[in-house]
């Protein structure tokens, strides 16, 4: 299972092209991508875009979280029920609680951001996690 998590300020459009960006330069995550059974896009709580409850990237078939219960759920909450579960999120705090060899940050980071996780970010770096962000 493979779970999307866009920054709050990403429309469809742009998820895609992450998505398409993300698979092209890292193989592990284009491996997962293509091999996924169920790939999930869970988007933030205060996201103001609300995508259709399905849509389609690079030929894979994307169910996306609808439900407004389920989008106040915490994607940990989500990533521990199910076993061998991966994750492409945008900069968040769930970057930082799982496993990075089952993640892979998406898309690029803005100033905003940066200022929000640059402790968490710069301990990551430090403990070699890999986890690297382009800003916009």
């Given amino acids: 299972t493979l779970f ?3 920054h709050t300020h990403t429309n469809l459009a742009k998820l895609s092209t992450e998505i398409q960006e993300l698979v092209s330069k890292e193989k592990s995550a284009a491996e997962i991508f ?3 059974q169920a790939i999930f896009v869970k988007q933030h709580r205060i996201s103001s875009d609300i995508y259709p409850d399905e849509i389609e990237v690079l030929g894979k078939k994307i169910i996306v ?3 407004p219960l389920a989008r106040l759920l915490p994607t940990e909450i989500l ?3 199910f076993q061998n579960s991966f994750l492409f999120s945008t900069v968040s705090s769930i970057l930082f609680s799982v496993d990075p ?3 892979w940050p998406l898309g690029k980071i ?3 951001d940066r200022k929000d996780y640059g402790l968490m970010l710069a301990r990551a770096k430090r403990a ?3 986890y690297s962000f382009k800003s916009i």
């Fill in 4 to 6: 999307i998590c866009p």
């Fill in 34 to 36: 293509f091999n996924a």
């Fill in 65 to 67: 979280i609808n439900d």
């Fill in 79 to 81: 990533l521990l029920g």
């Fill in 101 to 103: 060899l089952r993640a």
């Fill in 110 to 112: 803005t100033t905003k």
């Fill in 128 to 130: 070699s996690l890999g």
